[in-house]
């Protein structure tokens, strides 16, 4: 069973075993936030019971993000914290299939950097996916538990509107179409990956239409996302076009 595979706990020694969870975290600036992340995911994933590696994977931030995961690495271990660096920003789904590339977990778990993805819901995403199967577990903001902290009105209605917009077109059954906090198994994100087009929100919308329609066993954890304290996000008018855009194309394309 996976729990007997999953017992290495955050204090004990290094194995020369792959961790059965790798958790996929793409960077951008985010200098102030990696360090207090880490010690999070350490914490949880040690309540979790579960062997776990985090694969960073840094676009060239000029805030020096790439040289905070060094120091992580000093403190954590090479067996804990990994860093992908790349050349430039080239974008969150090519960040994710790079991270994927040097993953070695069976399990993928992908979350932002930002901690508005809070650590403190990663046991609760190995639960479900122990207790079920499920080849997807997705973070929800629109069940009861879940919810989102920090954002004003109008975004609050944008996003549940693109949501709710969205499942009635595509005949989604996920709640939550536009969250990124997801737990894979290893081949379905590969395929997904693979698969997937759009960009920006449109992307974490099509990777789990994809999922479900293609059979994948899908489930959900509430979770409250907080926006983020440190540090820009990329939210823009391009990103509402760019969402549009991709849910019209998934709508002729799928
Ligand atoms: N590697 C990489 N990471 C990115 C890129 N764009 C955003 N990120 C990271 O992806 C996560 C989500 O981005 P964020 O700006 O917080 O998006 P928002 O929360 O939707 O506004 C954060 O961890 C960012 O640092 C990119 O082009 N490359
Ligand atoms: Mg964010």
Known sequence: MAQNRGAAGGSQAPSNRAPEY?????????????????????RAMQEAGAGYEVVFVDDASPDGTADAVRELIRAFGTHRVRLITRAGKLGLGSAYGSG????????????????????????AFIAKQRATGADVVSGTRYQLGGGVAGWNLVRKLTSRGANILASFILGARTSDLTGAYRLYRRDALAKLLAATKSRGYAFQMEVIVRAQYSGLRIEEVPIVFVDRLYGQSKLGVGEYVQFVKGLLRLLVGL
Not at 29 to 37: F, I
Not at 102 to 122: Q, R, T, V
Request: charged share 20%; glycine share 2%.
């Open 22 to 42: 790798s958790i996929i975290v793409p960077t951008y600036n985010e200098r102030e936030n990696v360090a207090v992340l880490m010690w999070m995911i350490d």
């Open 100 to 123: 994927l590339a040097h993953a070695s977990g069976e399990w993928i778990i992908l979350m932002d950097a930002d901690l508005s993805h809070h650590p403190k819901h990663l046991p």
